[in-house]
């Protein structure tokens, strides 16, 4: 059985109108998480 992701993934925002901006939101504050981490570590010193 084949399950079609991108239907479910339409039905599940179709029944929330603010999961999109919530989901937008996450995702971005895992990209500023990640670039702070980067930018925490040490760098090697050539």
């Known amino acids: 059985m084949v399950i ?3 239907k479910i ?3 599940i925002l ?8 919530v989901l937008f ?4 504050a895992v990209e ?4 702070a981490f ?3 570590i040490p760098t090697p010193t050539i």
């Open 4 to 6: 079609d992701r991108t």
């Open 9 to 11: 993934d339409e039905k």
């Open 14 to 21: 179709e029944q929330d109108e603010y999961l999109h901006q």
């Open 25 to 28: 939101h996450c995702q971005q």
């Open 32 to 35: 500023k998480s990640l670039k």
């Open 38 to 40: 980067l930018v925490w």
